[in-house]
Every structure is written in C-alpha cells, then in structure tokens.
C-alpha cells in the first residue's frame, strides 16, 4: 500500500503544473521547428530538407529527463500526422531518429549535469542517430517513397539525385546511403547538438525561474 503511495506521488510530482507547462512550451516550439524546413539542393538531393525541431527535443530532454524528452518527441509527431504527405512513414522515420538522439544523450547527461556529461551525451546519441537513419533510409524510407512517387521507377529518383556524381541505378543505394543520408543526418545532429551546448545554460536559467 505505501509503495503504491509512493508511486502515485512520483507520478503526481512528475505531472505538476509546473512541469506541464514546460513540456506544452517545448512542445509548441518542436511542432512550429518541424514545419520550418531548409532546402539544402546545392548540397543534397531535394526532398532532404533540414529542420531544427530535434533542438528543443533534446533539451527538454536535458532539463526535465530522458521521459520528457520522449513526450515532447511523441506530442510533435501525433501534431504532424494529420499534414503528412508520405503516409506517416516519414514522420514515424524522423520520429524513431529523434528518440535515437535523445534518449542516450539526455540519460547520460540527467545523471550528472556537467558539460562533459552533456558533450559525451550528444556524441553518443548524435552516432545512434545516424545509425538508424542510414538503416531505415535504405530499408524503408526510401524504397517506401520510391514506390510512393515514383511508381518504383528507381531512374526517376536516380534523375532527382543527379546532384550525387556518378550515381546510377546499379549503385544508386550504396551511393545514396554515403554522399546523401549519412553527410545529411550528421550535419542535422552537428546542427542541433552544437545550438544545445550553446543555449542550454541559457534557457536553463530562464526554466529554473518559472
């Protein structure tokens, strides 16, 4: 009875006002991110675009733990899927990249919040995020769209990938996966992982007011 108690207390605490109207501001700003996205066409294929809606993800993460991380990736995704154009493949993509970024680098830094912590965190969690993007662009994201706008004609997306020398249907994938989605996704995760160093201190001080 009393562990039940406690229990519930835990769960009381972790869902306080205060703590609600943090994850709702996170939240808000990783929805608005998401729908901001930068066109990279003289570096990458088109449709990669880069958004920054993982940088109030992971320092939510930072600020209230590793859950909160997870629910603030989570409210981002539920928000998007009404607007999807790839039948929630995409957003299921993004979000299984952000929780890989996150979830390591905010439990290594929850712990103990030191700039060290933080660093090794992000490196961490930077790597397993682009390990599983790199895994799911040539296993399901890309075929997925391949078939979806292109009919499964891999020369049309050959075309669309010109900006990759030398690439061809042979080795589109192998060419793709290399000079596309892996300098793509680390440039993402430098991107975010360096504006979190930067102003996390800052916004940590402004959360610790509220």
Known sequence: MLQEKNQKGRIAEFFCAKRLAKLGIFSAVAVVLYFINVPLAFLFPSFLEINLSDLPILIGGFSLGPISGVIIALVRYLIKLPFSSTMTVGELSDL???????????????????????????????????????????????????????????????????????????????????????????????????????????????????
């Open 96 to 210: 299984i990249n952000s929780l890989a970024f996150v979830l390591p680098a905010s439990i290594m830094y929850y712990k103990n919040k030191t700039k060290k912590r933080a660093v090794i965190g992000i490196l961490i969690g930077a790597t397993c995020s682009v390990a599983v993007a790199l895994v799911s662009n040539r296993f399901v994201v890309v075929p997925f769209y391949l078939e979806l706008f292109f009919k499964g004609d891999l020369g049309v997306l050959v075309q669309v990938c010109k900006i990759i020398p030398n690439i061809t249907t042979e080795n589109f994938y192998s060419y793709y996966i290399f000079f596309a989605a892996l300098p793509f996704n680390a440039l993402r995760v430098v991107l975010v992982g360096t504006i979190t160093i930067i102003v996390y201190k800052r916004i940590s001080k402004l959360l610790n007011k509220m």
